[in-house]
């Protein structure tokens, strides 16, 4: 089990370390500036346009990152509430005791009328 683990770490870090390796050359060889609007901002800079592009990739990777995390932590919060609801009923069920059981009244009360039995088919 050790060896698969230190395995896949070695792959994740090879496939970080591509990616990085990936990042920074597309950034030198995009060395062309680009003038950067943002809207409300009464400023253009200029920028290469690697690092727009990688900086915009990354902005998008934070942000889906933040919402997907924010999902999971109401999810999260919703399983919590729901052992500790289960918990209760357990607890409840444990304290029950046998004499608390619902029982008919007289022997068949618990089974349809005949005429439901004979629709379901059951004689």
Not at 51 to 72: D, H, K, N, P
Not at 83 to 111: F, M, N, T, W
């Amino acid at each position: 089990m050790a060896a698969i683990r230190f395995i896949v770490k070695a792959l994740m870090i090879a496939a970080a370390a591509l990616a990085i390796a990936a990042a920074a050359s597309f950034a030198v060889s995009n060395r062309t500036p680009v003038a950067v609007s943002l809207w409300p901002l009464p400023f253009e800079p200029s920028l290469p346009l690697g690092t727009t592009l990688l900086s915009a990739l990354a902005v998008g990777i934070v942000l889906g990152t933040a919402l997907m995390s924010l999902s999971r932590l109401r999810l999260w919060f919703r399983a919590r509430r729901n052992e500790r609801k289960a918990a209760v009923l357990e607890r409840a069920a444990a304290r029950r005791a046998p004499e608390d059981e619902v029982r008919p009244s007289r022997p068949g009360a618990a089974l349809p009328p005949p005429s439901v039995r004979a629709a379901l088919g059951d004689n």
